[in-house]
């Protein structure tokens, strides 16, 4: 296999990965009305890929377009080197496309209906590579909108060109009906400007090019004359000047080693012009999905931050039930000490202040008495625990907000239907469901969050050096306290005297220096304790606001408008999908693109 050969299969195998890709793209449109318009053109851009395949061993079709007298039936009578359509340039002609083949080959093979086309079999060497088709004027006179016309048949026989001889006179290169067929047919096709009547007319090549420049990429013009050039044919010369120039291009760029590429670009130019097509079909409406989308946005947004807000409220409302944990979890974590023994003891204090009442009972009655007090107690802190255990079960209601939801509902409804989707999946109904279930998120969501931020929280609180620090201030007015009494019962009072280093013995402390010291001891414990809780308490409301503002972030408004969300996303994914394909599109174009003198129509893609 030679290596031309091989860059050929690779090439068209490329192609064949390009066509599985454009058909999986139009496989997963959306239902949505510019998706629709988009997967047909691609169906029918499929279907011409299909022509391509069957005709890749056929030869190419050169195929010819000009106004009325311009000279083409003459120009293909000299390119075959024998009179094989009839010519005139008064008036038209060529009143039915006339087909001019070798034997072997047929309308069929082209896929063309051989009822449409008058066929001229002919076995010149010009046409061992071509197939040439004298078409019908575009400028005629017929009505243009009526079937069964030379018009019709014309439009009808186009896509199969391959190759368009694009031929005008002095006085028709500016005419503006062959001009708007001209554009109409040179997407998918090759182009060659030839100006026709060189044995009368002026050379306007120069202002034919700057008329084209804006729309076309127009290669070599030629300037020819046909009738000298049969004349030459049918005398045995080979032809000469601008139209054997003409002649060396054709048998260049037409050759069967360039024919299937020429077939190929011909169709990227088509596949990039049909996706261009749908590219601004599409992004015409993207506006309004992408509005859609930050409407979706800002209703959650909001509703998030609302819900976050309750949150937070109900959640420093029930404080004391938190920091009650988290004190709990401080001292299990505190282990044995003498400041873990005070924060049980002020943890368990209506316990001790019960048990000391208990041990003052004599009588049935004051034993009655404290049996209903201790009961009024475990009951309200009974029911302080279930108010807080049902605080988070209270997030996940919003029954306040179904007004709001409804609202939401109507305004996100007019986005989707401005962008094209249907009604229902913004009917309030189905909000008052999402709502819910977003209620039930945010109570997993608060729930765990606070677990650990309790576990946190404790753990910061029980670091060494907060641990050896309210130990040591305990300890300090205990050892203080310890030393005044230790002095003054063996120093003060015995010692010293002994000694003589006292004249006499102080007297024993009293009833009011341990009154005075328990009472200095009961309040120092309680600045350490209010210090303490104080620090617990502000690190437990950080963690609020923090929980509020991670609640506002991770979305916990993520089942409002869940449908729509959905049919957004994957029309964006799909208008993505769009760029891939265009950009694998250009690819292909550029490994096709060599330098030709051949002209083309100028596209986006």
């Known amino acids: 296999m030679t290596r031309p050969e091989l860059e050929q299969i690779e090439l068209l195998a490329d192609v064949d990965e390009l066509l599985t890709s454009a058909r999986e793209w139009i496989g997963a449109a959306p239902v949505w009305p510019p998706a629709g318009k988009s997967r047909a053109l691609m169906e029918r851009l499929l279907e011409r890929a299909q022509t391509l395949r069957v005709r890749l061993d056929t030869p190419l079709v050169l195929a010819t377009l000009g106004g009325t007298g311009t000279g083409k039936s003459a120009l293909v009578n000299a390119l075959v080197g024998a009179t094989v359509s009839t010519s005139g340039r008064q008036r038209p002609t060529t009143r039915k496309p006339v087909l001019i083949c070798r034997a072997d080959i047929t309308p069929e093979m082209l896929g063309i209906d051989p009822r449409s086309v008058e066929m001229v079999v002919n076995s010149t060497p010009a046409l061992r590579d071509l197939v040439i088709i004298d078409c019908p004027d575009p400028d005629t006179t017929e009505d243009r909108e009526a079937r069964d016309t030379n018009l019709a048949q014309l439009h009808a026989l186009l896509p199969h060109c391959d190759v368009l001889l694009v031929t005008t006179t002095q006085q028709k290169y500016r005419s503006a009906v ?171 204090l209506s316990g001790v202040v019960s048990g000391a009442t208990l041990m003052r009972v004599r009588t049935p009655s004051q034993l009655a008495l404290w049996g209903l007090w201790e009961g009024g107690r475990r009951l309200h802190a009974r029911l302080r625990e279930n108010k807080a255990e049902a605080t988070l079960a209270r997030i996940g209601q919003f029954p306040e907000e179904e007004s709001e939801l409804r609202t939401a509902a109507i305004i996100v409804e007019g986005y989707a239907v401005e962008a094209g989707f249907p009604r229902t999946e913004a009917q309030a109904g189905a909000l008052s469901v999402a709502g819910g279930e977003a209620g039930s998120r945010l109570l997993v969501r608060a729930g765990d969050e606070l677990q650990d931020s309790i576990a946190r929280l404790a753990g910061r609180h029980t670091g060494a050096f907060t641990r050896w620090r309210y130990e040591a201030l305990l300890l300090a007015m205990l050892l203080l306290l310890a030393y005044r009494f230790v002095r003054n019962f063996f120093y003060d009072s015995w010692l010293a005297p002994q000694l003589g280093l006292a004249p006499s013995a102080a007297p024993l402390l009293g009833v009011d220096f341990f009154v005075g010291a328990g009472l200095c001891l009961v309040v120092w414990c309680g600045l350490l304790l209010w210090a303490f809780c104080r620090r617990l308490r502000q690190g437990l409301t950080g963690e609020v606001d923090a929980l509020q503002a991670r609640l506002t972030q991770v979305g916990v408004a993520s089942g409002l408008f869940d449908a729509l969300e959905q049919r957004a996303r994957t029309v964006l994914e799909w208008r993505v999908d769009l760029d891939r394909l265009s950009a694998e599109t250009s690819r292909l174009r550029e490994r096709l693109s060599r330098p030709e003198a051949l002209g083309r129509i100028v596209t986006d893609g």
């Not at 067929?181 to 060659?192: N, Q, T, Y």
């Not at 306007?204 to 050039?229: C, H, K, M, N």
């Not at 260049?252 to 080693?257: M, T, V």
Request: one cysteine or more.
């Open 178 to 348: 062959v001009s708007e067929e001209l554009a109409a047919a040179a997407v998918g096709a090759r182009l060659v400007f030839v100006q026709t009547h060189a044995d009368v007319d002026d050379d306007i090549r120069e202002d034919w090019s700057r008329v084209l420049s804006g729309d076309y990429a127009t290669g070599d013009i030629f300037f020819v004359d046909s009738p000298q050039a049969l004349r030459d044919a049918e005398a045995g010369r080979q032809p000469r000047g601008e139209m054997g120039r003409l002649v060396a291009l054709l048998e260049q760029q037409l050759a069967p080693a360039a024919g299937n590429r020429i077939r190929r670009a011909n169709f990227l130019d088509l596949f990039a012009d049909t996706l261009a097509a749908c590219r601004a079909s599409i992004d015409q409406a993207l506006p309004s999905v992408r509005q859609l989308e930050r409407a979706i946005d800002e209703a959650r947004s909001r509703f998030a931050a609302k819900w976050a807000q309750q949150v937070r409220r109900e959640l420093l409302d029930n404080r004391r039930m938190w920091e009650s944990r988290l004190l709990a979890e401080v001292t299990t974590r505190w282990g044995f000490s003498p400041w873990s023994c005070l924060l049980r003891a002020y943890q368990g």
